[in-house]
């Protein structure tokens, strides 16, 4: 018998409770850092190789090319939330360094995240982050879910997916 969320007709609110089933938030702080650092190598890398490319192109062009650098900027933007809303909206529901550290974004009941939620979440992340300073990440030490602000404003809540939960959960 597993402890997955109820079938898509009866989500709850108790669908990741983290005194039944604590084997869904084990580690998930920890895990949720070096996700984040994957996801940020991955999203800065084609942003860092195009900047790499107008500097070249800029020096064959005698300065003429470097004024697509303004480029960069709204190209990062786009990037960042395509990539967060489509990996987030996929059956994973996880980016693609949540995969690898086995965690899952869910919406608070259980249900699978969708393209714009995971979008929507991406953009609170770095507007809370820029205008909060990083400082505000702390609010998931004081909260059982372990859930940052972002996670509060959207509705969601990250878990272990339900292989690593199942290594974790108790007999």
């Not at 999203?43 to 062009?61: H, K, Y």
Request: charged share 15%; aromatic share 14%; proline share 6%.
């Amino acid at each position: 018998m597993t402890n997955l969320p109820p079938p898509a007709t009866d989500y709850s609110a108790n669908a990741f409770d983290p005194v039944r089933n604590p084997e869904f938030f084990e580690g998930v702080l920890s895990r949720r850092i070096i996700a984040f650092m994957i996801d940020a190598v991955i999203v800065l890398g084609p942003i860092v190789f195009l900047a790499v490319f107008i500097a070249v192109f800029g020096l064959i062009t005698f300065g003429v090319g470097w004024l697509l650098f303004w480029l960069l900027s709204p190209l990062f933007v786009i990037w960042a939330v395509i990539y967060t809303g489509s990996t987030l909206g996929s059956p994973a529901s996880a980016t693609i360094g949540m995969r690898a550290m086995d965690l899952e974004l869910r919406i608070w009941n259980g249900q699978r995240m969708y393209f714009l939620l995971g979008a929507v979440h991406a953009i609170f992340f770095w507007v809370i982050t820029s205008v909060l300073s990083p400082f505000i990440h702390l609010i998931a030490l004081f909260n059982s879910r372990r859930r940052l602000l972002q996670d509060f404003l959207t509705g969601t809540v990250l878990v272990n997916n339900e292989r690593r939960a199942a290594a974790l959960r108790r007999p």
